[in-house]
């Protein structure tokens, strides 16, 4: 477990922290999108976004379910197409299992590249824990 993660936390809690963590030290690696050989760099994966700390979408979700899993939640990685003010076009995100529910959270879409002024407590809080249209598999 991470330092952050408390015993007496929450599913939820223990989320947002795996969230904040992850916006806080991961930076979107925006120049690996015009790599047409996505099989040989680590941006893709959970590697690139927990030990270089640069990642696209796919990395940040693979770190997201790594960690979640590893505190003992239900998360699965999910890809498709992402619709926002960032991006149209193919996306990874994670869903996750709180309270009953299937939820789409986007570690990505919480921490854009446009926005410098987010970090540990500095989250969008718009992609956490949604059913919406912005996604579809």
Known sequence: RMNFIT???SDFEIEMQII???VETVTYDIEELSNPDISVSDTYKAYGALINHKAVCSGYAKAFDLLAKSCGLSSTIATGTGFNNYQNGPHAWNQIYL???WYNVDVTWEDPITNMHLGFDNLLNEYINFVGDEFST
Do not use: C
């Open 7 to 9: 015993p007496n936390m």
């Open 20 to 22: 904040k963590y992850l």
């Open 99 to 101: 309270d009953d529910e």
